[in-house]
Structure formats: structure tokens, C-alpha cells
T-cell receptor, first 112, second 111 residues
Framework: ETGVTQTPRHLVMGMTNKKSLKCEQH?????MYWYKQSAKKPLELMFV???????ENNSVPSRFSPECPNSSHLFLHLHTLQPEDSALYLC???????????FGPGTRLTVT | TQLLEQSPQFLSIQEGENLTVYCNSS?????LQWYRQEPGEGPVLLVT?????EVKKLKRLTFQFGDARKDSSLHITAAQPGDTGLYLC???????????FGAGTQVVVTP
């Protein structure tokens, strides 16, 4: 099931740029997540929103700023990133925080 | 600290062979999920196991949750090229339901 969409699919940005990643879920879920996936490392949970309220922030640098305007949309605002931030950024949603998570296709981010 | 260890990290087999991948932890999980991820895509949920000792089958895939709910295995019978992908396990802790992911096992099935 591909009820979670992410745009853009690929993004190349310089360290001084500002960009935003967008996630939209069409599943009627009320929890949304941002994960970072780097090569050969476990998925790292970055942020969790439940009913539009941020409930988890895993010590993510302030150059990453999430926004959840409603239960269907989630953004990740990026500012002055570092090359080590290059990774696949995955969005997921679930019916609630204890329910199964469904992932989007991800945004492949390259910071130059 | 990685709570979930997956092994092997990489597995290459011929079509028709069987394979098993493992997911181990020292932590107890309330449930454990298996995902398959293909290049350029997000993980797709395959199964959730909840009860210690539980066995679930999904066509040629057999999933087992350890009796102590600390480990799990995925067995594929007569693998096909379509089974190629990164297999991820993810355990849910009791604290608030957060998922802990393993680093994955990359499986390549060649014709």
C-alpha cells in the first residue's frame, strides 16, 4: 500500500541553502514520523507527531525543523546542512503511536 | 547502541535455494515487525509478530518470534529474484511504543 507520498524524491543542496521536504499521508492516520536512513546503519527516528503535536525529538540538530500543520501533512525544513546529513529521509504514518507504521518512498538528500 | 543485531549483513543465493536471516536483541519487545525495502523505495511492512513462539507464514516466507520475545527469524523457501531486497526487523519496546530498527540484511537472489 502506498498511501504515503514524499516530495521531492531527490534533492541536491548546498550547505547554505534552505529547502523543505514534504510528506502527505492518505490513510487517515493520526501519527507521523521522520526517519533518517544512512548506509548500513539502522533507521534513526528523528521526530514523531501525534495528533499534530510533537511527542518525540531525538536530539536532532536544530538545522532540521519539523512542521505538522494537520494530521495529513508533515514537513521537514532544512537549513545550513552538513555533508554528513546526506541520507535517505523517510516519512511514515500510523493509526496511533502503538500501531504499525507505513512508510513513504523517501527523499534522497545530497548535501554538497 | 544498536539494540537489534541482524545477521548476516549480506546474503547472495541462487534462485530456488532457501535462506534464513536473523534478528537478535538483549531487550524484550512487545512486538516485532519485518520490512522489505527495495532500492529507491521505503520499507514495506511484511508481518508483525506479537506472541512469544509465534510463527507466521506469508506464502514462501516464514517468520518466527522467539519464546522470550528477544529474537526473530525470517526463512524464505525456494527464493526468487523478486525476493531481492533489504530485510529490516524492528522491535517495539514497551516504554511508549517506539520502534527500534536493525541495520538490515541485504538479500540478493540471482536467476
Amino acid at each position: 500500500e502506498t498511501g504515503v507520498t514524499q516530495t521531492p524524491r531527490h534533492l541536491v543542496m548546498g550547505m547554505t541553502n534552505k529547502k523543505s521536504l514534504k510528506c502527505e499521508q492518505h490513510l487517515g492516520h493520526n501519527a507521523m514520523y521522520w526517519y533518517k536512513q544512512s548506509a548500513k546503519k539502522p533507521l534513526e527516528l528523528m521526530f514523531v507527531y501525534s495528533l499534530e503535536e510533537r511527542v518525540e525529538n531525538n536530539s536532532v540538530p536544530s538545522r532540521f525543523s519539523p512542521e505538522c500543520p494537520n494530521s495529513s501533512h508533515l514537513f521537514l525544513h532544512l537549513h545550513t546542512l552538513q555533508p554528513e546529513d546526506s541520507a535517505l529521509y523517510l516519512c511514515a504514518s500510523s493509526q496511533g503511536k502503538d500501531y504499525e507504521q507505513y512508510f513513504g518512498p523517501g527523499t534522497r538528500l545530497t548535501v554538497t | 547502541t544498536q539494540l537489534l543485531e541482524q545477521s548476516p549483513q549480506f546474503l547472495s543465493i541462487q534462485e530456488g535455494e532457501n535462506l534464513t536471516v536473523y534478528c537478535n536483541s538483549s531487550s524484550v519487545f512487545s512486538s516485532l515487525q519485518w520490512y522489505r525495502q527495495e532500492p529507491g523505495e521505503g520499507p514495506v511492512l511484511l508481518v508483525t509478530v506479537v506472541t512469544g513462539g509465534e510463527v507466521k507464514k506469508l506464502k514462501r516466507l516464514t517468520f518466527q518470534f522467539g519464546d522470550a520475545r528477544k529474537d526473530s527469524s525470517l526463512h524464505i523457501t525456494a527464493a526468487q529474484p523478486g525476493d531481492t531486497g533489504l530485510y529490516l526487523c524492528a522491535g517495539r519496546t514497551d516504554s511508549w511504543g517506539k520502534l527500534q530498527f536493525g541495520a538490515g540484511t541485504q538479500v540478493v537472489v540471482t536467476p
